[in-house]
Each structure stands twice: as structure tokens, then as C-alpha cells.
């Protein structure tokens, strides 16, 4: 293999699998970028058999070829070199050199053939959703997330496709750790015969975010079910990822509907109040107490090894006066992703589920578990 690339387009295509390379080297490969050289394009591939993604690149090739590099180090290499195009040339012996004006490098290769072959099946059943709305759906929803290692169907986010006729069907993202819960519908094109649920892994959400800003994408995500696999196409690139073998909670019984009080606020008066009172509370419990009255909710936070905080939001309120807790840091994780100027926070009693919406988008919901006063 011979190539001359842009040394931007190689720092980007190596610094975008830094993440799924292999770093225990329990097996050696695993820690190794696969480069394969055909017509005009350079096709970067990495993974750790969880995930595998694979990009491609315009490039000048004077010959075709396959080689593996170490990630990581061919990565600290190229991103220290000067701006320009950069020459890789896989020689005898099992070397890859390295070469861009007077530097030189020489890095060693592992056998092409060790390197695991892409997983095959893009034929099952496709959904086409914007970059947009797939970048908004997961932005919604990550947050809520479980990082417990010990309950893996919570690591990571249902997505359920439900068809409604013609080529459309609605696409569900759902995340929960146990104590919240984050909901989003929306419209997208997908030709799909019946409902579909699937649980992506942590690990292939943080890869599609990055991918959705970095690809320069003309057309719509193309997302396809193989057994249980799932093959993600962005721009340039494809991911493909193993789905989380697990049963999801039913998210429709944590959803409360009907909530006996209700308050609208400003999203940005009360997402500030509730960060500023925060900074008093105990880093581990974060418990802030929310008093909802007639026309104003006060905010008040309690530590007793530092002080304590109040402050009065304005608000429209139907319902009877409430004191209930809530963790601050799951507050404002769901006001840190609303757009929308005015929130509905719908609540029973103390100890039920608190809703927290945008007003005007029933499509997107979440839920906190309130903490005991």
C-alpha cells in the first residue's frame, strides 16, 4: 500500500476510533486500525467486538493495499505533524511507514488476517431519521442513563419504532436509571412491517453523537436491524453495534398522566435558580426541597455542615400547596436539554413521580422519583 492523504482528514479518522480501539490489548489486534487502499477512497476500520466502525476518506493512492497500525500510537504520531499531506507506505516485514517532509516513522503492523471481519447484514428492515432529530432524540434521553454495571439492560437506550401507516412510523428513544426517566417521540421515515424494540448500548450512543457532529451528512441516518445487531449508517461511516441482551422496564407505568397539580414555569428563571441554590447542597444526596404555592414555587436547599439556600421562582399553578424533594442534579439535567420557554412540572402527592414536559411538545417527557424530606 502506498497513499498520500490530507494529514487533517488521517488526525480525524484515527482520533474518531481512540475510542473503541481496544485499550486492555487483551487480544493484540484489538488495539490496531485496519487502512485498506482501493480506487480513490482510504477506509479507516477499528473495533472491540462490541462495535465495530468503519469510515472512509478521499485519498491519492499509487497502490492498492491492506495494513494494520497501533491506534493510539499512529494517532500521537500524526497529530504531531505540521499541516499537509501525509505518505503511508506498508512495506516488507510488517512495518507501515510514515512520511510527510523531512520526518520519517516506521510503526509495526499485526497481520491483516487477525483483524475481525465486518459484521455482514444490512438487508433487514431500515429507518431513515435525520441527523436532527436522531442528534436531538439522543441528546434528550442519554442523560438519564444508568452507569450500574450490574443492571446492563439499563445501559444504554431503548429505541422502538412503531409504524402508522404509508413509510413513516414513530421513533421512541427511552433511558432510565431507576430514579428518573427521559421519553421522546418523534416522525421519521422507516419501512418496517411491525413494532420494534431494541436497547443500544452505552458505548454505540456516545460514538453516534460524535459521529452526528463531526460527518458533514447530506442525507438522512440510516439505521437497520440484523438479529441482534444493529448497523448504523452516517455520512461516510458505519457502525455497527451488538444490541444489549436484556428486558427493559415498562416505561408506561413509570409515565404518570393526569397530574393533580400543575405548574408552568420559565424555563430559564427556574433552571437558573435551581443551579444557583444547588451549590449548597451535599454533593452526594442533592436534595433541594421544591414549595409550590399559589404563584411562586421556593427553592431551598439545606446542608447543615455549610448553610442553606432559598430562592422564590414565579409561577402559574393550579392545585394544592405541595413540598416536595427532588435531586437537584437531576433538575437541571432535564431543564439543560428543554428549548422551550415555558415548562409544565405536573405532580401529585409528595412521594409519586414528578412529570416535567415542554409546553406544546407532548412528545417529549421526562420522569423524577422524588427523595424524602
Known sequence: MDITIAKADLANALARVQGIVEKKNTVPILSSVLLEAYGSELAVSATDLEIFLRSRYQVQIAKEGVVTAPAKKLFEIVRELPDGDVRLVAGDKGWLKIEMGRARFKVMSLP???????????????????????????????????????????????????????????????????????????????????????????????????LIGEENIGSAVVLSFQENRLFISIGASLLVTRLVDGQFPDYHQVIPTGGTRVAVVERESFYRAVRRVSTVTADRVNLLRFGFSADKVAVTAVNPELGE?????????TGGDIELG??????????????????????????????????????YRCVVMPMRL
Do not use: W
Open 309 to 317: 439556600a432559598t430562592e422564590d421562582v414565579e409561577i402559574e399553578f
Open 112 to 210: 491483516k488476517d487477525d483483524f475481525p471481519a465486518l459484521p455482514a447484514g444490512q438487508d433487514g428492515e431500515k429507518i431513515e431519521i435525520p441527523p436532527a432529530l436522531l442528534a436531538e432524540a439522543i441528546e434528550k434521553t442519554a442523560f438519564a442513563m444508568s452507569h450500574d454495571q450490574t443492571r446492563q439492560a439499563l445501559n444504554g437506550i431503548l429505541l422502538e419504532v412503531a409504524p402508522v401507516g404509508g413509510d413513516e412510523a414513530d421513533l421512541r428513544l427511552i433511558a432510565t436509571d431507576g430514579h428518573r426517566l427521559a421519553f421522546i417521540q418523534r416522525r421519521c421515515r422507516a419501512a418496517v412491517v411491525g413494532n420494534r424494540g431494541v436497547i443500544v448500548p452505552r458505548k454505540a450512543i456516545a460514538e453516534v453523537r460524535k
Open 326 to 363: 427532588l435531586n437537584g442534579r437531576y433538575v437541571q439535567d432535564v431543564f439543560a436539554v428543554i428549548e422551550q420557554e415555558k415548562v409544565v412540572i405536573e405532580m401529585n402527592e409528595i412521594l409519586s413521580p414528578t412529570l416535567v414536559r415542554p409546553l406544546g411538545d407532548d412528545g
